[in-house]
């Protein structure tokens, strides 16, 4: 029953910034935590960052660490994704998620439309 809806993506050009946000609804006590995936065509899905709901810890994938600032704000039901320094390896579908906070995304029930992000040379 959880509706998840990412905004936010676009065209950038590298080194450029983008904006993230995922606005979550009906969300239950299994739902705790939230996460950003990404997908390139072909590939498989990529753990991004996750951020426990309640304690706000923060995880990130080594590609994206120091660049990507996952956050969130409680009253809006949001997460956001700050991305910062992107580069054209970071083109990919978005998905925003809620589950455990693992890297594994076999672990989050719940998942977004998605949002394209790319970004160009």
């Known amino acids: 029953q959880v509706q998840l809806v990412e905004s936010g993506g676009g065209l950038v050009q590298a080194g450029g910034s983008l904006r993230l946000s995922c606005t979550a609804s009906?969300?239950?006590?299994?739902?705790?935590?939230m996460g950003w995936f990404r997908q390139a065509p072909g590939k498989e899905r990529d753990f991004v960052a996750a951020?426990?709901?309640?304690?706000?810890?923060?995880y990130y994938a080594d590609s994206v660490k120091g660049r990507f600032t996952i956050s969130k704000d409680s009253a809006k039901n949001t997460v956001y994704l700050q991305m910062n320094n992107l580069n054209p390896a970071d083109t990919a579908i978005y998905y925003c998620?809620?589950?455990?906070?693992?890297?594994?995304?076999?672990?989050?029930?719940?998942w977004g439309q998605g949002t394209q992000v790319t970004v160009s040379s």
């Open positions: 951020i426990t709901w309640f304690t706000g810890n923060t």
């Open positions: 998620a809620t589950g455990s906070a693992d890297p594994d995304p076999r672990l989050y029930n719940n």
């Open positions: 009906g969300r239950t006590f299994r739902d705790h935590n």
